[in-house]
């Protein structure tokens, strides 16, 4: 889970929009997840993004991506309070089936 | 979306036993399911890839022998930790894939074991 980098806080204001940044660092990945983890649960996926396409957008998620630079981004607009948990990108493993390479989570704090 | 169940959600057992977890795929067959690790505030590990009717692959440096993956059905596979001692509490969490063609994968909720 090493070659997958994200930042390990974001605290926003409710209302505000967050942005959640990811980089990668196999160029051969083809899929893209972002996955979502609430205390004590497990991993919810949120969406995910195939390496040919630029953005996806789904109601108030939009994932970015950047294969040039290895950049993967999820904004959440409008982020609530029930949006507070941690946000995992995740990358499908190069000549590994479908198992994914997991970075170590973005603890994501929403405020009133 | 797809639901993926593990059970039990908690377990505690005494060094040197086996424990046995279940993963089932609710309302889909998977071809494929995974085992991750994960500690506390960590990443998660893949530890092994089992497709239905064959051997796991295992990753390097996680014990096949420790770690008995069975996938003998479309939905289920299970992970029995045999001789648990204390550091192979972890949170242990599966997750399923459909067949050709599908790329979401989907986690069950996970299942906590401490070794005591």
């Known amino acids: 889970g090493e070659d997958v980098e994200q930042s390990l806080f974001l605290s926003v204001r409710e209302g505000d929009s967050s942005v959640i940044n990811c980089t990668y660092t196999d160029s051969s990945s083809t899929y893209l997840y972002w996955y979502k983890q609430e205390p004590g649960a497990g991993l919810q996926l949120l969406t995910y993004i195939f390496s040919n396409m630029d953005m996806k957008q789904d109601q108030r998620l939009t994932v970015l991506l950047n294969k040039k630079d290895k950049h993967l981004s999820l904004r959440i607009a409008d982020t609530q309070t029930g949006d507070s948990a941690i946000y995992f990108c995740a990358e499908k493993r190069a000549n590994s089936g479908y198992a994914l390479n997991f970075g170590k989570g973005t603890s994501l704090l929403v405020t009133p | 979306g797809a639901v993926v169940s593990q059970h039990p959600s908690w377990v505690i057992c005494k060094s040197g036993t086996s424990v046995k977890i279940e993963c089932r795929s609710l309302?889909?067959?998977?071809?494929?399911m995974f085992w991750y690790r994960q500690f506390p505030k960590q990443s998660l590990m893949l530890m092994a890839t089992?497709?239905?009717?064959?051997?796991?692959?295992?990753e390097q440096g996680v014990e096949k022998d420790k770690f008995l993956i069975n996938h003998a059905s479309l939905t289920l596979s299970t992970l029995t930790v045999t001789s648990a001692h204390p550091e192979d509490s972890s949170f242990y969490i599966c997750?399923?894939?459909?067949?050709?063609?599908?790329?979401?994968?989907?986690f069950g909720p996970g299942t906590r074991l401490t070794v005591t």
């Open positions: 089992s497709n239905e009717g064959s051997k796991a692959t295992y």
């Open positions: 309302d889909f067959q998977a071809t494929t």
């Open positions: 997750s399923a894939r459909g067949g050709q063609g599908t790329y979401e994968q989907y």
